[in-house]
């Protein structure tokens, strides 16, 4: 009896897998929405803030990957928790399937934009599947008596057929999700309409970065971080489906003249080049959720202008099409520091896990209370009349980029040859700039001061070498930097949360 219990219980496993399969397959052939994502973000907006931190911490930009595996694998364990007691009972079985189905289309139409009928075809679906597939399953499996258990496998016609029809499933569920996956990919961006986009010039272009711009050390991040490894944090759990014929930017709230505009209404609007780091507030010391790029966009200011803010408006919100909010002081967009509605990036629109067609750009100010993705309009609001996504959930609403430095090269516990070798990395201050980097190679030593790259602008980063000549042992490196304004970064160690995290970032390296 132990064997028919373990093949049932393989039976719900693949089962809910083909579901979960059939679910992806049916979205993306059917243009649906997809039951997964609207899982994912309903566990985004529900988990405590100390588990999503733990999830960035742990991850980084793989933390919506693991959310995708452990939807699929919590499903999976459910589906084979229900196999072992559905084959006397297939009420149960019916009644988990399809309880499973309500409640993801039930998540998936939390978004605005996703209909209740668009939800169910999908869920339903996916449970009539899993259903019979599940019962297909149980008719390839035969009651075994105490003689056939010692039967050898290999003459075991009954397992042999499991093995075979639970295979067949599973490849059917695989290639069902992988398909669907790529089709609801596609799809999105068919539909964005991003391949069909030529950004207009700017009227303020940047001259191409100096070469002195680049320190030329290998192992050392570029002065312009390329868009397919910029970072990506937000809590969107896929990219949202924006078509930019629809899409359109509203501005309002405590304003004189609120007003509407498209895609092409921005693109016609005077555009300039600014060069800016972005830093998510998630960023231990010495972590690489950081990178500078060359931003085309409207500035802020004459967005904002356009639309009279009225004296009492101390508030700009940006909200994004996924119904995620930021919310930062206005002073900060008439403070003189660049801030964009961006529609390009490094030379080309905007990709779309960067926020297409136009997302918020404010030099200085950590992104969960700046840089919306997806934007789809700004509301001026009072300070204390509304709190911003991440506000509720324990961070800080005021949130500057800290002073923060980094090494690239060597790695952390790198093993080293005796000799001089550069010790190389990156600063940065946004809105403030650096001054100067230091290191010291030992917790007591002296201090050396590096050269540093000639500055894109204060508002990015700078690259920093020095030379040290490393003699056999264990050595600690540390850097620290001083900003624009003579401020040196502090040394206390704190966490992220709330308002980014501090210290000096430091390394162990081995030398021979």
Known sequence: MRTTTRRDAVSGAVSAALALGVSELAAGLLGLPSLIEGLGNWVIDVVPAPVKDWAIE??????????????????????????????????IGAAVFIGLGVFAALAAVRDPRVA?????????LASITGLAALQWLYGRTTEAGPAEEVIADSHDESRRRFVLGAGAVLGVAV????LGRGLLDRAKRTVAGRADVT??????????????????????????????????IDTAFSVPRVDIQEWTLTVEGRVERPYTIDYFDLLDMPMVERDVTLSCVSNEVG????????????????????????DDAEQLVGHSVDQFTVGFPVEAVYDGRD??????????????????????????????????KWLSSIELTGWDEFDAYWIPRGWAKEAPIKTQSRIDTPR???????????????????SRGISKVEVRPGTDGDWIEADLSEPLSDNCWRQWV?????????????????????????????????DGATGWHTIEVEVA
């Open 116 to 124: 209740l009928g668009m939800a169910v075809i999908p869920a339903g």
């Open 58 to 91: 742990t991850f980084g930009t793989n933390d919506k990957l693991v959310l995708l595996i452990g939807i699929a694998v919590v499903t999976i364990l459910l589906g084979a928790l229900v196999g072992g007691i559905a084959r006397s009972r297939f009420w």
């Open 175 to 178: 290639i069902s999700a992988g």
């Open 339 to 372: 801030a964009l509605v961006a529609v390009g990036m490094n030379g080309e629109p905007l990709p779309l896990e960067h926020g297409f067609p136009a997302r918020l750009v404010v030099a200085g100010l950590y992104g969960y209370v700046s840089a919306t």
């Open 466 to 498: 020095v030379g040290w000549e490393a003699t056999p042992g264990t050595h600690q490196l540390q850097v620290r930097a001083t900003d624009g304004e003579g401020n040196l970064q502090t040394d206390e160690l704190r966490p992220p949360a709330p």
């Open 287 to 310: 972590g690489d959720l950081v990178g500078n790029a060359r931003w085309l966009g409207v500035p802020l200011v004459e967005i904002l202008d356009r639309a009279g803010p009225r």
């Open 412 to 430: 952390h516990r790198a093993r080293l040859e005796s000799g001089l070798h550069q010790v190389a990395g990156v600063a940065w201050a946004p």
């Open 199 to 232: 950004l207009p010039g700017a009227s303020q272009p940047l001259p191409a970065p100096p070469a002195a711009t680049e320190l030329g050390v290998g192992g050392l991040s570029p002065v312009l971080t390329p868009n397919e490894t910029f970072y990506r």
